[in-house]
């Protein structure tokens, strides 16, 4: 199970750190995302990270604003956001992969789901 959290209203430039903390399963061995959906528009890869944390990958749109970690002692994922624009808004969610190298980018190759995180970027 994965419960993310950390989601809500900020300006634009401003800053977010989103989490993610998952429980019942092993966490350590499963690469972890990030993914977003903006109301009318399909849910999109935002970042990944591999089990060992050793690997991050990012969307294009995302690439130096968004950092991806993770702490397996504390079974968390984390998304830093940074320079937020007014387009990032979506709900976030988090998702696992069963897959021991870099987190993949299609939202079908993912076996768990959080629930979403709602951010909102006012301009």
């Known amino acids: 199970q994965l419960q993310a959290s950390g989601g809500g209203l900020v300006q634009a430039g401003g800053s977010l750190r989103l989490s993610c903390a998952a429980s019942?399963?092993?966490?350590?061995?499963?690469?972890m995302g990030w993914f977003r959906q903006a109301p009318g528009k399909e849910r999109e890869f935002v970042t990944g990270?591999?089990?060992?944390?050793?690997?991050?990958n990012y969307a294009d749109s995302v690439k130096g604003r968004f950092t991806i970690s993770r702490d397996n002692a504390k079974n968390t994922v984390y998304l830093q956001m940074n320079s937020l624009k007014p387009e990032d808004t979506a709900v976030y969610y988090c998702a696992g992969a069963n897959r021991w190298g870099i987190a993949p980018t299609g939202r079908h190759e993912y076996t768990y789901w959080g629930q979403g995180t709602l951010v909102t970027v006012s301009s």
């Open positions: 990270v591999s089990w060992s944390g050793g690997t991050t």
């Open positions: 019942g399963r092993t966490f350590s061995n499963i690469a």
